[in-house]
């Protein structure tokens, strides 16, 4: 019996490193999450048309994810049990709407098909799976550090082609428009007019749908290009002057929204942050901003059009948008709702 034990014993070891995962297995899982998080600037550009669109992104995260299949049940043992509850809630509804005949798609989209519900059903299992994974491998502050530097190139360069289009679209200039996936009519791919913007020259949207992606892209990696101020010496200057494209690219794209994101989500961080280092008074300002903030958002909601002077477009162009925007919420609340009835 101990003889065959000792026959096993490297067998056994070599299974167990394949579950858990080896070092050098964990490395290259790790260093695909990090491309993928460089390359999600390439949002609508080098993308694949299959039965739907596949971004480079999307597929090196696939990959990790199918490489480290052992850290995602990792990550997923070790995460809240709020989170599992929350995640098997989700895929329930879908699985579930699916089986009844509910289809999660909006009517009037040209991509929407009595199977569509099989790539929203992928799609969740790769977010629920890369959730797991970056639990997983990401579990100390030098890790996570790791992920945010990534974050931020992508974001940087991002911003920087962002200022290159701008100038690129007005005067001519070559790759002025790099996208190759469908625009938002579904229908369209390539360049079209994206609206007035800054010194009256056309609004950029970089590899983006439209410009208010790009802009809400860079209103989110902002913060995090912001952090590496707290490096040192030539690497503090570095991140100055990463902050400062970042920001001016954000002013490029004419986005009300994404600076609404940026002030809404500052003003909530100071407010935390008021609050922990005990400054009530600040703390109070902080929150109220954030408060403002919201009220202004409902206004401009039930009113866009005093928004007009501000984002230089006219009443009709943002009564148009927000029709659009708010018909969609409305399908789409209209979709939960019939899965709600589903599961109740």
């Known amino acids: 019996m101990s003889a065959t034990s000792s026959r ?13 995962g080896s070092p050098r297995h964990e490395a290259v899982c790790r260093g695909l999450i990090l491309a993928s998080a460089c390359a999600l600037f390439l949002h609508d550009a080098a993308t694949v048309g299959v039965s739907y669109t596949l971004r480079i992104s999307y597929a090196l995260m696939v990959v990790a994810c199918l490489l480290g299949a052992g850290f995602v049940v990792r990550g997923w043992l070790s995460a809240p049990v709020a989170v599992k509850l929350a995640a098997s809630f989700l895929v329930l509804v879908y699985l579930l709407s699916a089986v009844v005949g509910v289809n999660p798609v909006l009517n009037g989209q040209g991509r929407g098909s009595s199977t569509r519900w099989l790539v929203y059903i992928l799609d969740l299992g790769v977010g629920l799976a890369s959730m797991g994974l970056l639990i997983g491998l990401f579990r100390d502050r030098r890790r996570i550090r790791q992920l945010t530097v990534a974050l931020a190139i992508g974001g940087v360069v991002a911003a920087g082609y962002g200022v290159y289009q701008w100038a690129a679209q007005h005067y001519g200039w070559p790759l002025a428009n790099l996208d ?12 079209r007019f994206q609206g007035i913007g800054l010194l009256g020259w056309e609004r950029v949207r970089g590899t983006f749908v439209e410009p208010f992606a790009l802009g809400i892209y860079l209103a989110a990696i902002l913060p995090l290009v912001t952090q590496l101020f707290g490096w040192q010496g030539r690497a503090r200057l570095y991140a100055s002057a990463a902050t400062l494209l970042t920001g001016i690219a954000l002013v490029l794209t004419d986005s009300s929204l994404a600076w609404v994101c940026v002030f809404v989500s500052l003003a909530v961080v100071a407010t935390g942050a008021f609050i922990s280092l005990g400054r009530p008074v600040l703390a109070g300002v902080a929150g109220g901003g954030a408060v403002v903030l919201v009220v202004l958002c409902l206004v401009g909601v039930t009113e866009p059009g005093v928004l007009s002077s501000v984002t230089a477009r006219s009443n009709s162009q943002l009564h148009l948008t927000l029709g659009a925007r708010t018909g969609a919420w409305n399908e789409s609340a209209t979709i939960w709702s019939r899965s709600w009835r589903v599961i109740t």
């Open 8 to 20: 096993m014993a490297p067998q056994i070891s070599r299974l167990r490193s394949i579950a858990i």
């Open 180 to 191: 190759n996936a469908p625009n938002s009519d579904n229908f369209t791919t390539g360049a």
